[in-house]
Structure formats: C-alpha cells, structure tokens
C-alpha cells in the first residue's frame, strides 16, 4: 500500500529535550514536505525537500532542522523544543513541483511540549 | 499575511442539502488550486484540483468553480451526507513556488441527518 509513515503518532516532551520525527514514504517521490498545522491558521509549511539531500526553509522553520539523506526518508528534528512548537505535525510527499501530482500526507503527529 | 483567505470557518448542512465552501487568494501567479479533505485522526486527502484555464470543475458530487479575474474559487458539494463531515482545506501553489502548496485556514464541515 502506497503510504506516507510518521512516528510517533503522539509525544509529549519537556522543554529543551531534542526530538525527532521519522517519515517514510514507499512511493519514490522526490518531493517532501513537513506541515503544521494550528487551529484557526491552516497548514503552514516547514520544510521541504526536492530530492536527496536538497532542502529548503518554508514558512515557518525557526526552531526546526530537517536532513533528506535517503530518497524515502525526511526527519524532522527539533533541537530544542519549545510550548510554542506544540501542534499537529504532518509529513507528505508528492510526485511532482508544487504537490501537482496530489500530496500523500501522513497520519500525522500529535506532539505537546510541556 | 494569509495570502489564501477560506470561509466559513464551519458550516453545518442538512442531509441532501449544497455545501459551499468559499477562497479567496492574492497572489496572481498561483496557478494550481486543490481542495484537500480531513476526517479526524487523519491527515488530509486530495480531493478535488483546478487550473487556472478552465472556469469549473466536476467529479462526483463536489464541483470547483473558478473565477480568475476574483481571485476566488470555491468548493460546492452536491446532495451533502453525513460522511462528507470533515474538515476542508483549499490550497494554492505556483510554478517555481519550490513544491510549497499554501493552504487556507480550513472549514469544518458538519453534515446533519
């Protein structure tokens, strides 16, 4: 089954204790993208990535470090977490530029920073 | 700066009734514009996609009407069910834009019995 993989599905950590979130996909695309998203403000871009090891800043990537050294994978990884990066986090991929193809998102992660 | 505005916020219908969901954007280089469904727990699902070339789109019972000289698009949905409740997000991206797919802030939508 053609599927975008995210873990954990929840967390919740302490101030200052790094993290990372795995996403897997099976489906050979190139594109991927971490999202977001907080209620009343939608999905807002984190991260994205075009291919191995090329990545660039989205709307909203202060706080956030992400590495594509597999085609498959795209860890989101916060050094330092903070209660303002408490949210709903997704991870898609898509075949092609600008999800013109359809993102497949992921289940998505649940995260509380206390 | 919201550059894709979405409204309502919710929206409750009747069983058999038209759900319309509205979009407004800014930027005239957009040129690809999805509508992306969420059921809770999940993330969202493409639902439905336009360009700027035609003025409507139809698959099913959700239709994309498409006014480029607006800048707004919107989402309608035919003969509303119970299992159409979710929660929806139009989206917008243009070319060069980086693979970046700006989204509107979502609309609950709750169909009733």
């Known amino acids: 089954e053609a599927q975008v993989t995210q873990n954990p599905r929840y967390l919740i950590t302490v101030t200052g204790k790094k993290l990372t979130v795995t996403c897997s996909q099976n489906?050979?695309?190139?594109?991927m993208s971490w999202y977001r998203q907080d209620p009343g403000l939608g999905l807002r871009q984190i991260y994205y990535?075009?291919?191995?090891?090329?990545?660039d800043k989205g709307d909203v990537p202060e706080g956030y470090k992400v590495s594509r050294k597999e085609k498959r994978n795209f860890p989101l990884i916060l050094e330092s977490p903070s209660p303002n990066q408490t949210s709903l986090y997704f991870c898609?991929?898509?075949?092609?530029?600008?999800?013109?193809?359809?993102?497949?998102f992921g289940s998505g992660t649940r995260l509380t920073v206390v | 700066q919201q550059q894709v505005k979405q409204s309502p916020q919710s929206l409750i219908v009747q069983k058999g009734g038209i759900s319309i969901i509205n979009c407004a954007y800014e930027?005239?280089?957009?040129?690809?514009f999805p509508w992306y469904q969420q059921f809770p727990g999940k993330g969202p699902a493409l639902l439905i996609a336009?360009?700027?070339?035609?003025s409507e789109k139809k698959e099913g019972r959700f239709t994309i009407s498409f006014n480029k000289s607006a800048k707004q698009f919107s989402l309608h949905i035919m003969d509303s069910q119970p299992g159409d409740s979710a929660t929806y997000f139009c989206?917008?991206?243009?070319?060069?834009?980086?693979?970046?797919?700006?989204f509107g802030t979502g609309t609950q939508l709750k169909v009733e019995l």
């Open positions: 898609a991929s898509s075949l092609g530029r600008q999800g013109r193809y359809g993102y497949t």
């Open positions: 930027n005239t280089a957009f040129d690809y």
């Open positions: 990535s075009m291919n191995v090891e090329v990545t």
């Open positions: 336009i360009r700027p070339d035609v």
């Open positions: 989206a917008a991206s243009n070319t060069g834009g980086g693979n970046k797919l700006t």
């Open positions: 489906m050979n695309h190139e594109y």
